[in-house]
């Protein structure tokens, strides 16, 4: 048989689905792909059984269908103080996930290099890879997640097309504030690189901290690539919608290359999800909300069981520190990938092993999410005690 391509060997299968696909297979409370185990809001399926009989059910345009891309102009227009233009600054994708991938496609090319924040999201090491760039890492350093401000210069001093910036930030819960992003908007002027915004939680932030698109901020609209996603915000994962916005030269790249990858994305949920973006205010204070009371009863619950964890500013995600269950007997020389494995089988909870989403050679940190209902984290909590009961004994 002829070899598979040399690109397909540099990286491996998503270590989060992996564990998902494990997770089923023993019926664990799964709390490492984060998804939601509860209903999109009423409209949105309301709109979508209407669509199933008054379609459409052909191809939308291409680049997103004209009223999403409107409703997601004005949307994104009113979050960073500018007019959007639907037709030349919106393109639709198929999730977040194309998203990114079409946004590196249109800025890189083979060689090219690429500031990445390590802990990062895996989807963009294979981003990179697919795309022929060469990520260059800069730590985010526990327990705060900060940056070096010199660190991140020195980056910037090799060259890269773009740097990509996940805020908030998955897996650390990170939301960077204004001036962080100043510092790295001012940095991508002096160097001459393009920001590629990953921002599917702009709408899970939890006071006091709040979500800036870097998009707005003064000078910085012609360099910027905003990738985000409806999936998280309107807990639609699986109809996997998601948009770029950019100045208009960048998005006509950006439509070569989605639509050559997936002419584009499905015509009658992109129809449905149209509701949702054009939903008011009051929705996002309600989900606001409504993660914050997760996040705290979770967060609360594994303090209490004596699991320590850091508390996200923003996303559902919550890092668990193991150190403690490596130094004992039973687990001495593991990795937390079999770390992660056991707990499926032995625990009934499925977790991502934080080595997954980091450069440097960290192994004591497993992700879990909270994006469950309140049975379902409460149960969780419960199996979890039996793990904490370990420290005990
Ligand atoms: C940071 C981040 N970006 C992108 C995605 C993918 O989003 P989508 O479902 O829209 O492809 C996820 C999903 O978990 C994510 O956490």
Redesign the pocket.
Same mark, same amino acid.
């Given at each position: 048989m002829p070899q598979l391509s040399h690109r397909v060997s540099r990286f491996t299968d998503s270590v989060i689905r992996r564990m998902t696909r494990i997770s089923d297979a023993h019926g664990a409370i799964n709390l490492s792909? !984060?998804f939601p185990d509860f209903d999109p809001p009423k409209p949105l399926m309301d709109a979508l059984a209407k669509v199933a009989y008054q379609g459409p059910h052909q191809y939308a345009v291409t680049y997103g269908a004209p009223n999403l891309c409107q409703a997601l102009a004005r949307k994104h227009g009113r979050a960073i103080g500018r007019q959007i233009d639907p037709d030349t600054q919106v393109v639709v994708t198929c !999730? !977040? &996930?194309?998203a990114?991938m079409s946004a590196v496609m249109t800025v890189c090319d083979p060689g090219d290099k690429v500031v990445v924040f390590s802990p990062f999201?895996e %989807?963009y090491g294979a981003d990179a890879i697919l795309s022929g760039a060469e990520p260059i890492y800069v730590p985010l350093k526990p327990p705060a997640f900060d940056f070096d401000r010199q660190e991140l210069e020195d980056a910037f001093r090799q060259h890269p097309k773009a740097m990509i910036l996940?805020n908030p930030s %998955?897996p650390t819960g990170k939301v960077f504030t204004r001036e962080e992003l100043t510092f790295i908007g001012e940095l991508a002027c002096r160097y001459d690189v393009f920001v590629i915004t990953?921002e599917?939680?702009e709408h899970i932030v939890f006071d006091p901290y709040q979500h800036i698109p870097m998009a707005g901020l003064p000078g910085l609209f012609d360099r910027v690539i905003t990738c985000s $996603? /409806? $999936?998280?915000t309107y807990s639609i &994962?699986g109809w996997? /919608? !998601?948009y770029l916005i950019g100045p208009a030269q960048v998005m006509e790249g950006a439509k070569k290359v989605h639509d050559f990858l997936t002419v584009g994305a499905p015509a009658p949920l992109q129809e449905a999800a149209c509701v949702g973006v054009n939903f008011g205010e009051d929705y996002y204070k309600e989900l606001k909300a409504l993660y914050t009371r997760k996040r705290d009863f979770f967060c609360d619950g594994l303090e209490k069981i004596g699991l320590d964890c850091n508390r996200p500013q923003g $996303?559902y995600f919550v890092l668990v520190d193991i150190s403690r269950f490596l130094a004992l007997e039973q687990f001495k020389g593991w990795s937390d990938l079999a770390f992660c494995e056991w707990m499926i089988g032995h625990i009934g909870v499925a977790a991502v092993p934080g080595s997954s989403f980091f450069k440097e050679d960290v192994n004591h940190l497993i992700r879990l999410h909270f994006a469950r209902s309140e049975e379902t984290l409460a149960e969780a909590l419960r199996r979890l005690e039996k793990l904490a009961a370990l420290l005990k004994d």
């Amino acid at each position: 048989m002829p070899q598979l391509s040399h690109r397909v060997s540099r990286f491996t299968d998503s270590v989060i689905r992996r564990m998902t696909r494990i997770s089923d297979a023993h019926g664990a409370i799964n709390l490492s792909q !984060g998804f939601p185990d509860f209903d999109p809001p009423k409209p949105l399926m309301d709109a979508l059984a209407k669509v199933a009989y008054q379609g459409p059910h052909q191809y939308a345009v291409t680049y997103g269908a004209p009223n999403l891309c409107q409703a997601l102009a004005r949307k994104h227009g009113r979050a960073i103080g500018r007019q959007i233009d639907p037709d030349t600054q919106v393109v639709v994708t198929c !999730g !977040g &996930t194309e998203a990114m991938m079409s946004a590196v496609m249109t800025v890189c090319d083979p060689g090219d290099k690429v500031v990445v924040f390590s802990p990062f999201y895996e %989807n963009y090491g294979a981003d990179a890879i697919l795309s022929g760039a060469e990520p260059i890492y800069v730590p985010l350093k526990p327990p705060a997640f900060d940056f070096d401000r010199q660190e991140l210069e020195d980056a910037f001093r090799q060259h890269p097309k773009a740097m990509i910036l996940c805020n908030p930030s %998955n897996p650390t819960g990170k939301v960077f504030t204004r001036e962080e992003l100043t510092f790295i908007g001012e940095l991508a002027c002096r160097y001459d690189v393009f920001v590629i915004t990953d921002e599917v939680y702009e709408h899970i932030v939890f006071d006091p901290y709040q979500h800036i698109p870097m998009a707005g901020l003064p000078g910085l609209f012609d360099r910027v690539i905003t990738c985000s $996603s /409806l $999936s998280k915000t309107y807990s639609i &994962t699986g109809w996997r /919608l !998601g948009y770029l916005i950019g100045p208009a030269q960048v998005m006509e790249g950006a439509k070569k290359v989605h639509d050559f990858l997936t002419v584009g994305a499905p015509a009658p949920l992109q129809e449905a999800a149209c509701v949702g973006v054009n939903f008011g205010e009051d929705y996002y204070k309600e989900l606001k909300a409504l993660y914050t009371r997760k996040r705290d009863f979770f967060c609360d619950g594994l303090e209490k069981i004596g699991l320590d964890c850091n508390r996200p500013q923003g $996303s559902y995600f919550v890092l668990v520190d193991i150190s403690r269950f490596l130094a004992l007997e039973q687990f001495k020389g593991w990795s937390d990938l079999a770390f992660c494995e056991w707990m499926i089988g032995h625990i009934g909870v499925a977790a991502v092993p934080g080595s997954s989403f980091f450069k440097e050679d960290v192994n004591h940190l497993i992700r879990l999410h909270f994006a469950r209902s309140e049975e379902t984290l409460a149960e969780a909590l419960r199996r979890l005690e039996k793990l904490a009961a370990l420290l005990k004994d």
